[in-house]
């Protein structure tokens, strides 16, 4: 899943040498990498856990919720405590966070409690979500303003990367002991191992981070609220908010339910195991599509690249789910293609024009990522309701918001465009 890019960022101080913010960058990239890495791993441990646990669809799907849900709780409190201690110290902090999210793991698979489980999931994303506000603006203010956005792309990249590695290291290790074939029985203890692994590997580099001599850069707190202010005046931001809400729900509710849907008889009939590695086409795709939608947007407005990917999404999936075989399995995946350029298009349209109400405008913004914790428990319900296969109408028709953004809700009106 992308990062936000935060509006409101720290001011980097002259006379830094570009080698000291070259392996600056370099560093930070890893976080990146580790975020998408961790946020994908939940499609995996969903119908793992589902199974393990003998959970309803809506059981299964409270594990976005608490992942998602620690974004909107947690992101204020985080900015205001980055604020005091810097963004360095920030970025420990939310690792070490992290890591001990990924330890609750080994307690909650001993003790065999869905609830220490999801426990575990909202320290970990607590982490996660204090590590993007401490270094999404670290990023952006390493070097000259002029190319913040070419290094925030550089580094949104490695995320989408770490995506579509993710499938494969879930797969084989937590999948690993109940074998290829599905020879075995899913126990929930089999994923301490990975999380243990991931959190030696956060451990690492709260360390490097602890000890890294990183430029200081400038941070100053940012006084006003998100929820009271003049951002809430121009309807294309609020109505972007409610974009990314779709969006983010949409794109983490299909990934959520892939592995189940692709191992039904009337789409794929394969093993978890073998839906999970698949996984990494619909992350894959949303990567390659992210370069390909760099290129077509230097030519074609946002707005309607926008509307266009949405439709595309919404095409597949029902051709989806009017087929079977090969054709709803590629149909469905190939909908991480189209949702490549939709997050960062969504947040720069609904930024556009806002003036001094740019910062507030970001973190309202930033808050509409709880969708990922709304929309997937929704399709839960319906999965549960009417089938797994129906309740793919519930994305496609969060797509259908989104190409009505593009097509008409970004459109700055007059009244908007002078309140500066």
Not at 130 to 140: E, F, G
Not at 273 to 290: E, F, Q, S, T
């Amino acid at each position: 899943m992308d990062t936000p890019v935060q509006a409101n960022i720290p001011s980097a101080p002259e006379g830094q040498a570009k080698g000291a913010y070259r392996f600056a960058l370099i560093s930070l990239t890893t976080l990146f990498f580790m975020w998408g890495f961790i946020t994908c791993l939940n499609d995996i441990l969903i119908p793992y856990l589902k199974g393990a646990f003998n959970l309803s669809f809506t059981q299964a799907m409270l594990i976005q919720f608490c992942f998602f849900s620690a974004y909107f709780i947690v992101s204020l409190p985080a900015g205001m405590v980055v604020s005091r201690i810097g963004y360095q110290k920030g970025i420990v902090l939310g690792l070490a966070i992290a890591c001990v999210g990924c330890l609750l793991f080994f307690p909650a698979a001993s003790s065999r409690i869905y609830g220490v489980f999801l426990l575990a999931l909202f320290v970990l994303a607590s982490g996660i979500t204090v590590l993007q506000v401490s270094a999404n603006p670290y990023v952006t203010a390493l070097g000259d303003p002029k190319t913040a956005s070419s290094r925030l792309t550089m580094t949104q990249a490695f995320n989408a990367f770490g995506t579509t590695v993710a499938p494969f290291f879930g797969s084989y290790l937590i999948y690993g002991a109940t074998g290829e074939h599905g020879g075995g029985s899913p126990s929930a203890s089999d994923v301490q191992v990975p999380y243990l692994i991931l959190a030696a590997s956060l451990f690492l580099l709260a360390l490097v981070f602890m000890y890294l001599k990183l430029p200081k850069l400038n941070h100053t707190s940012e006084g006003r609220g998100v929820f009271k202010g003049g951002a809430w005046h121009h309807k294309h931001l609020v109505l972007g908010a409610v974009g990314i809400f779709m969006y983010v729900g949409a794109e983490v509710a299909i990934g959520s339910m892939l592995v189940n849907y692709l191992a039904s008889p009337a789409v794929g009939g394969l093993t978890e195991a073998g839906a999970a590695k698949l996984l990494a086409y619909y992350w894959g795709g949303a990567m390659v599509g992210r370069f390909i939608g760099a290129v077509v947007m230097q030519k074609i407005s946002g707005g309607y690249v926008l509307t266009f990917n949405a439709l595309m999404a919404i095409a597949l999936i029902l051709l989806s789910l009017s087929s079977s075989g090969d054709i709803a399995l590629w149909s469905i995946l190939g909908v991480g293609l189209f949702n490549s350029i939709m997050f960062p298009t969504i947040f720069s349209l609904a930024l556009q024009q806002l003036g001094k109400d740019t910062p507030q405008g970001s973190g309202i913004l930033c808050l509409a990522i709880v969708g990922g914790a709304i929309i997937p428990l929704f399709q839960g319900m319906l999965a549960d309701a009417v089938g797994i296969t129906l309740s793919f109408l519930l994305p496609a028709s969060c797509y259908l918001y989104i190409a009505y953004y593009g097509f008409i809700g970004c459109r700055v009106s007059q009244t908007n465009s002078t309140e500066k």
